[in-house]
């Protein structure tokens, strides 16, 4: 059907194409978002481990600006009241254990500790011949030069005898025969517990885990969480420590892990939501395929009933004017005239009949009124009734009465108006072979009536529609006789309201037997 498939083609267009477009537009942004949060979060966590280096990197600027206010300026006067300062300074409350003051060729190597601590002077002095550290020294040295003043971490690892240590270096103001370089002795354990420790737990919260580890062998040091790992989102420098490293790592569950789950759950939204919109799509066009079919047959079924209403009444005419002329003057020929125009009759008001019933079938509003009959009888009639007409179209007609009379409860004239559509389609779809053959029969509690044509047959997968209103089989004699597609819908009404059955025998070309099987009445 042209309409339809322009329908479809609405669909396509209107419907089915933009949402397929949203749809992948959603699954490509989505992996767009994917990005993006990823991004936003290695940065959140590099803004975590910069903070961590950043607050040590302050707490030990101020000590030394501490440092510079008290005893370089202090150095200025008395070797007593330098040494005076460096004491004082001592006694802040910090890691330091020591504060050392030294030439650039050691040959001044001045030492001062916390009382109660134990470390070894010589120990500090031999380290200062580091590589490491004399690498550190040269680097301040350049940037002293250029006015810029700044300071080095330095980080000893122990031995059996002295703990790791870490030394903050950095170079004095250096008036004319004060030491080049001062510098603090941390012990390494020390910063980690009271200085990394706590602000690792601050940053961490309660969302990542902080750990911090030897860069050489990955071997952590401390962690925020009981359980050592070493698996990390992202790590960083140390900065108060060289030659250790932070990690970090989101606590509840991998960062990809959840954005995974999240990107799966809105795929099978997708999908669902997709899904809805396939079936949706699909109810509404066989809905509208649905209206279509059934405008079509309206239109195909009251074109088919004004050709059906016309032949007999052409007929009527054309007799009924000839006797008007009173051309005839055989009145052997006028009765036969009468009488054709009552058969005609008739058969129109069994067509219009058929139509009224319908209706009345569709409104629920068809009744019947159910007595005791004689089965027999009424096909005897039908018979008597429709014997001309049928052996006037050129059939032979064959009949076989059971002996006894079938008893059942039936409406006559539903049952006669079942029977004739029967009959009539018969005719309607004999071409070669003219042959009609009516009987009643009884067996055991059931009562049967056979019509048998020897027609154009109807295709097995056929046999069950024809039975629905308006539905007619398209083959090769539906153009040629007319039909509503009425008769077998009320056929099947009819035998219904009577308890019984309809069975269809038939083969193309070779002819159809309908059986209609009844109880009898007790
Ligand atoms: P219609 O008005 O078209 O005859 P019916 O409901 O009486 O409508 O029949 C439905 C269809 O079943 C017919 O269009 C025809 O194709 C098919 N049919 C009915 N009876 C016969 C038969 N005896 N032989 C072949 N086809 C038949």
Known sequence: MHSLRKIRAFFIFIVLVPSVFII????????????????????????????????????IE???????????????????????AIDDFLTIDSEIVAVIRFDRNLDYFEFNRKEATHIDRDFIFQQLKNENIKASLRKLAQLHEKQFLTFEPVYVAGDSAHESLIFI?????????????????????????????????????SDFVL?????????????????????????????????????????????PGLLREQFQRTVWFLAFLSSILVVAAFLIYRTIRKEIYLAQLKSDFISNVSHELKTPLALIR???????????????????YYEIIGHETERLSHKVNNILNFSRMEAEKKTYSFQRIDLN?????????????????GFKLEKDIAPAPLIMHGDSDALIEAFINVVDNAMKY?????????STSQREKHIIVTIEDHGIGIHKEHQKRIFEKFYRVSGA???ETKGSGLGLSLVQHIIDAHKGFIEVKSEPAKGTIFRFIFPVAD
């Not at 096909?379 to 006037?392: M, V």
């Open 477 to 479: 004699l539906i153009h």
């Open 24 to 59: 992948v537009y959603q699954f490509l942004s989505l992996a767009e978002h994917k990005n993006l949060i990823e991004d936003t979060y290695r940065e959140q966590l590099k803004t975590i481990l910069y903070s961590v280096n950043q607050n040590t990197r302050n707490i």
């Open 430 to 438: 004999s071409k070669e072979e003219k042959f009609l053959r009516i």
């Open 377 to 393: 009888e009424i096909i005897t009639k039908l018979i008597h009734n429709y014997a001309y007409h049928i052996e006037n179209n």
């Open 169 to 205: 270096l950095f170079t004095r103001e250096m008036p004319k025969g004060a030491p080049d370089y001062a510098g603090f002795i941390l012990p390494a354990n020390a910063v980690i517990e009271n200085m990394l420790a706590p602000e690792m737990r601050r940053v961490a919260g």
């Open 211 to 255: 750990t911090c580890f030897q860069s050489e062998d990955s071997r952590p040091v401390y962690s925020t969480d009981d359980q050592l790992s070493n698996v990390f989102d992202l790590t960083n420098k140390l900065w108060i420590m060289p030659g250790f490293q932070l990690g970090i790592r989101l606590e509840i569950a991998e960062l």
């Open 318 to 336: 054309m007799f009924a004017e000839t006797l008007e002329l009173g051309r005839l003057q055989d009145e052997k020929q006028k009765q036969e």
């Open 62 to 84: 101020s000590w030394i600006a501490l440092y510079r206010r008290s005893v370089t300026i202090a150095g200025r006067q008395s070797a007593e009241e330098v040494q005076k």
